[in-house]
């Protein structure tokens, strides 16, 4: 499986993660988590962080 095949795995995973209400810092623990011992290339191309304030907002839009 591919880094990009992997990393769009994830982000079904993470988007329901946050559209839950998972807060910022347990997003990144958990996503760190997922990624394993990659995790710090992942977040050092993506930052994980990022990826909980687009989601944040994409679920904030999308509910109101």
């Known amino acids: 499986e ?8 994830e982000l079904d995973r993470w988007s329901a993660r946050v559209g839950a ?4 810092d347990g997003f990144v623990a958990a996503a760190r988590a997922d990624m394993g ?6 977040n050092r191309v993506g930052p994980f962080v ?9 679920w904030d839009k999308k509910s109101g």
């Open 21 to 24: 209400g998972v807060d910022q």
């Open 50 to 58: 990022q990826s909980w304030f687009g989601l944040r907002r994409y």
């Open 37 to 42: 011992a990659d995790a710090e290339d992942y």
């Open 2 to 9: 591919g880094h990009l095949d992997r990393l769009d795995a």
